[in-house]
């Protein structure tokens, strides 16, 4: 799974910025050895296709590869490569780093999304653009990979009014007025407005919204508001946001919304990853 | 706390790319507001410094901040800042998700060293180079900023003997005859070798490297090793490594190694911080 | 008006990759003197706020400006600036060119919007993503400075289904199928699908599409199209696109679409601009 | 033919952050397809070797191609590729524009170029350096693939005096004096200046300028002015600039300078280029 | 002398990635300091104004300088600054590096000029192509600061036939036929042909080449060579390349050449410049 | 020998911003032609690996190379290549000039750890982070190709208190006595302190500092302060450093240091290298 171009080099940079000294001063960086890279935990790749650019970059030989988004249990050997010593050294962890953090997220996604779609099939889990600062691109594709969409990627190209907005039209009140005015002018596009009480979505869902967002509502107060923004406009789209997380997506799901909308995926612990690198011949 | 010099555009480019289009249809991006941010639990800041590049950049006007570093109780306003609607909301969110991300880690950084210095006053918290690639900068800076140092920080200038170099010189009791050597190149630097066992513990002691670095030793195993490393030279210095966390430091530092080198700090909930933006006068 | 944050150096080092020589020949690089820009023609400003940025990194002292997006008749200073001859020199001509290149763009834009809202004031005249490549962020800027949106961004965040994809999914009435299955998963954005003739437009319209493209229609066909399909609903969006330019805007406006997505704008002839340099005191 | 080295990989995010949205909501991104390219109007090719590095990038497989530069009637297939549907879509609209933007540089280049040479076959179209900002590297070889030539490419590399250097100086008599030390110094290059009347370009001749540039004079006065500083020295260079484009260039070709500069030919409509993408086998 | 626009941040980052880690371990990075920079020998400037920028980054105050080109005997202070003492740290040694190589270069260059002016006012002294990779900018910056010029700052700008070149057109005899041709499509610049002997050096002047560049000619040839070629041609430019420096450069510049190309500028010891780093109040 | 990874493009593009003009003009471009690449003395060649990348980068097709780090004597061969015309000249002089500068690094350090292994066969050359500016990864390759290492790479990674810092703590006595506090937080890592006197070598030693870096001591001094600091801590490291170079490394190499830092290899002549550009077939 292919996601844009952008630049490798920086996280090789990172971690190596000139060689590994270590191997060096061992005199072994022209010997020739393997490798490896194995699950240790259940796992959804991500960032393998990224590892392989590396690979390329630093003169390692990839022998085998499972793309991103393959899910695989314990004890599975998902890329072989071999090289000179000194290569395998510059390449291990800065491959190992991307392995496992950007699997991390595309596992707890899978977990998320499976837990959610056995109580609500139709439910779709999407994830906001509150990216670690510097991941977006490997965040976004990590998400996909484990089975989720970005909810919006950014501030240029969807409509989703807050209470950071709404302070500068005068209120709910006020917005309402003049929503038709933006549904026209975004014709192409959905208006989306954050809404944290029954009377704020009600009034939106009479505005003519085409989606409501909810903030850290109950899953009581959500299956309220469900209920009634429905019987004003049976096509409206609900997206539940706000502390909803893999703990709680349960119940969020069965309120019926068409989404939730997380960030609690891009953050936790990194997948367990082993690498081997051993004598090649 | 300044940390050398990079571009922050790139983390504004993710957020924004063009501009906010939300705030350019409400008609409402050449208003005046003000924006706030406050912590909403305890806090070690981190990455106001560059909040405050990013401010400059989108032309909005900082009133008042803290440093990072600073620790704040829940509910204080650490940044005062003021300007147009449309730049306040493109400056906004990417802003907080530095200050979120990043303060995260400084304030973990504070708990885990308080935790450590409680039992052992002499111990150091030290953090590996496994930062979430594409973050490294900032946070090594959060780490610092919350009393931990930096174990190395790449590949490139200091010596860290792995069992992976190991392979390739024929094991252990061939290393160390070549330890001498390898001090003698590297005389500036001391030599750090990991180790798995007491064997090899006392084997590299004798063999007179500057540093052992312990990996996955239980909290007895690892008392036993500093007891007999030390036996055998006063002035080795021990790094004790793998899995140790916030929750079972105290025990580690207990058993009176110089360091504890942890991963666990780069990951984990984000800081919660409250951001408020209003009708400026 | 502010667009994101980039790096404006790229224009600067393509005109005056080390120094302007002719100015260091004649020996005047460290006299002093004023630079005015001022209109020829009737023109929508566009580049201002990139040229104070230049002038900035030139050193060159801005004392007056007018904001892009602001309309002007010709003989009008806009910019009125002093600094040494030799900085002046450097920051003349990709002044200009941003200036001239960037308030074409946005001029053409208003009279375009200018000529299909008289017809129709409810009409959106939205611009495609094909871009002069490498001048994306100030084109952009530019159309929205003269009136009209973007369309769509780029490939990421919205759903434009053309016949390039219809050929993988076995036909429209293939397509027809899969439509309310992708509206559900993709509930917060807008449907779009391109259609070239009354058949299609029709089945996509009962499919339950939100939006329809319609490429290459004449006038009259157009007419049929938009009328037959917001009998079968009336809340459709509706976007013509193909061939409309300033020439022909009004007939298409007249036709009753939401919008006009137009290339158009993108090229043409740059705005006309005079420069003074003169001895300053 | 190849330009330098540069990096393509901007060209593509602008169009593609992340990835075709569409064609992964539509499920056909692995499907396997194959893309050509074909003109719709005579035309000379350019950006050919730029989308084959982005070809690269995107993993798509060029079975076919021919080179920048090649002159070709409508519909003649000049690109053949093949790859994954999600690779191939991500990489046609940016191919495209690159092709369609360039190509028609280097199409208008032809034109002009041979409308020059039809009446004066030792005229040589030079092209100023105010190109697009942001695409000097493609416009400049686009117009030596139609037949120009680089007028200057900086203000770094060549000595041309403008009104705007000569305001420093005291005018054109004093000028004057000094051309001679100019010369001296510059001994290496030629020395050329800007005029826009007879009197200064008798001036400038006799003071033994190498080239002179003449600025918007009509095609009469060109001709005396060519006449009247050949009767001074026959060796010099003239250059006419100042509105001369595709239009009107055969009358000033036929005043015998030695070239013509224009920048007409950086803008103006794209290509027209038709792009099939279908099921490959 | 301010040169084009270029990135600084590259030099910081090379010197200090993170911190400075011994001013940060010592406890002293917030006390406050002054920082001044004086020559130890006669030194004419060159890196002042980027040294500023680099004081810009990083919080350091400058509240003195002298402008690059400045010529200054030894001990003299030329550089006051003063700020934090983890700024000041992190500030000073890639200033001094920028500020020692660059001057020496600028040093270097006034001393050949000197010494070749000396001999032959007129004479000039012109600097190659060949910079120390990565350096190229601020190398042609400290030329120019010492009086001299760039011969041709890349390979897209001049016309400079070397014997690789002749190789390709079937020998000296087989140019001199197309010279006529070269001159007239390149009517805007000199055509220059690089000769090693005399018999090559008279078919280039009679075939009408405006500049001959010798390539390691002795004194007497080269003597031999100007006679010779001045009476075919008295207003032909000839540059003298090849082995000359500052030892032999008087030599050089009696024999009656134009200019005198060189690349022994751009290397050698660097200025010897002191700094101290001490309390402020 | 591979060294990290970074962007080779920008050397090229200061050399070649757009084509070779003087192959375009003469037509040549498109044949095709053979370059080689030899040593005109004993040569320890540096930067083979990254003329490869240019010449991949630039269509040139490389027959064989020898590897950085071979020491060859003068009219060796060391890298054939063939490609067409215009592809060969845009690489040749960029290639030519990395060959020269950085083999110029390496080779001058192999002369000088020659010279000082011979005196002592256990001495260490280390160099300086004092790198010309925009140099540096290639800079380190260099003189590790040549025998020698790295003193520091940067200021992040290593505890170097000068001069400068004790100015802040009080003088060498108050530094003394915070020396233990240093060494038990940097357990990881050597302290090392610049002395320039035997006074505070003494105090220093019997501080407990890990390294002496003694600055500017005379050979007679010098081999008293190892004398005396040896007999305080036999253990203690000693570098020396000031004014050392190639012409008196021997008598330093004799005092018994372990190591000699230096700058001195950073700068100096390049190495002579010929080109050869001719018909292929």
Not at 39 to 59: A, N, W
Request: net charge negative; glycine share 8%.
């Amino acid at each position: 799974m292919l996601i844009s171009d952008y630049d490798i080099s920086e996280f090789i940079r990172e971690d190596v910025p000139y060689i590994d000294l270590t191997t060096k001063l061992l005199g072994i960086e022209n010997k020739y050895g393997k490798m490896t890279f194995a699950t240790r935990e259940d796992t959804v790749l991500s960032g393998v296709e990224e590892v392989l650019k590396i690979f390329e970059k630093l003169d390692v030989k990839c022998n085998s590869f499972l793309p991103s988004g393959t899910f695989l249990e314990k004890d599975k050997v998902f890329i072989e490569a071999e090289g000179a010593v000194g290569c395998l050294h510059m390449a291990w962890r800065v491959s190992l780093s991307i392995l496992e953090y950007f699997s991390g997220i595309a596992t707890r996604t899978k977990v998320m999304v499976d837990k959610a779609k056995k109580v609500n099939p139709n439910i779709n889990i999407v994830t906001t653009r509150k990216t670690f600062p510097g991941t977006k691109k490997l965040s976004i594709k990590s998400i996909i990979a484990g089975g989720a969409w970005p909810h919006r990627l950014g501030l240029s190209e969807t409509i989703l009014i807050f209470q950071q907005h709404v302070n500068f039209v005068g209120g709910y009140e006020e917005l309402a007025k003049i929503i038709p005015k933006i549904k026209a002018v975004a014709f192409e596009k959905k208006v989306t407005v954050e809404v944290e009480n029954m009377e704020d979505a009600i009034l939106m869902a009479k505005a003519g919204v085409d989606t409501l967002q909810t903030d850290k509502l109950s899953v009581e107060q959500l299956t309220e508001v469900v209920e009634k923004v429905r019987s004003i406009n049976p096509d409206i789209g609900i997206t539940a946001a706000g502390g909803i997380n893999v703990n709680n997506v349960e119940a969020y799901a069965a309120t019926g919304v068409d989404g939730i909308a997380t960030t609690s995926l891009y953050f936790g612990k990194p997948s367990d990853i082993s690498v081997k690198i051993e004598l090649g011949q």
